[in-house]
């Protein structure tokens, strides 16, 4: 009998690993989400829309720099799964009036919320933790105003979770 060397059987099993793994983003549309909550877990945010379905968001904040959503039809199927933290998808903020509801819905919790300025001109504002131009590690800071109500305007800056050197102790 054969026996197989030990970097071979490493490299079977790391191949085996690899070919079993699903990204959520390749789930086909159409899917229920039961399945999805099985295979991936319970939404980390859910909010109801308007079409009677379900917006569902797997989020990796506070720590992590990825996000995913999908709506469902009434029935509850699927539309498809996106990475909603990017800047493609933040620029949707430049469009009609975002509350702190509708912010949550779109991208999920924030990985920290805080609050900037002057008693007088302080700001409410939520961090998302992501990768700017899927390189840089950056949060993209989101300005709720001072009565925390409403979207006045966002910007990312660097995370200074990944600057220790620029930001931290010398």
Same mark, same amino acid.
């Given at each position: 009998? =054969?026996?197989?060397?030990? =970097? ?34 319970? &939404?980390?945010?859910?909010? &109801?829309?308007? $079409? ?9 904040? %506070? ?36 509350? &702190? ?47 925390? $109500? ?9 995370? %200074?979770?990944?600057?220790? $050197? ?5």
């Amino acid at each position: 009998m =054969k026996t197989l060397s030990l =970097k071979t059987v490493l490299m079977a099993s790391l191949l085996a690993l690899i070919a079993g793994c699903t990204s959520i983003t390749s789930v086909p549309p159409g899917t229920s989400a039961q399945q999805m909550v099985g295979q991936f877990g319970t &939404p980390t945010y859910q909010c &109801p829309l308007e $079409n009677g379905g379900t917006r569902l968001i797997w989020s990796l904040q %506070p720590f992590g720099q990825q996000a995913w959503a999908t709506n469902t039809d009434k029935e509850g199927r699927i539309e498809g799964v996106k990475p909603v933290l990017t800047d493609a998808h933040f620029s949707m903020l430049r469009e009609g009036v975002w509350t &702190p509801e509708k912010l949550l819905c779109e991208f999920g919790p924030p990985a920290e919320k805080s609050a900037v300025g002057l008693p007088s001109v302080r700001q409410i504002v939520w961090s998302y933790r992501y990768q700017q131009d899927g390189v840089w590690n950056s949060l993209m800071h989101v300005y709720l105003g001072r009565d925390g $109500n409403q979207v006045t305007r966002f910007h990312p800056g660097p995370d %200074p979770m990944y600057e220790r $050197n620029r930001f931290g102790m010398f």
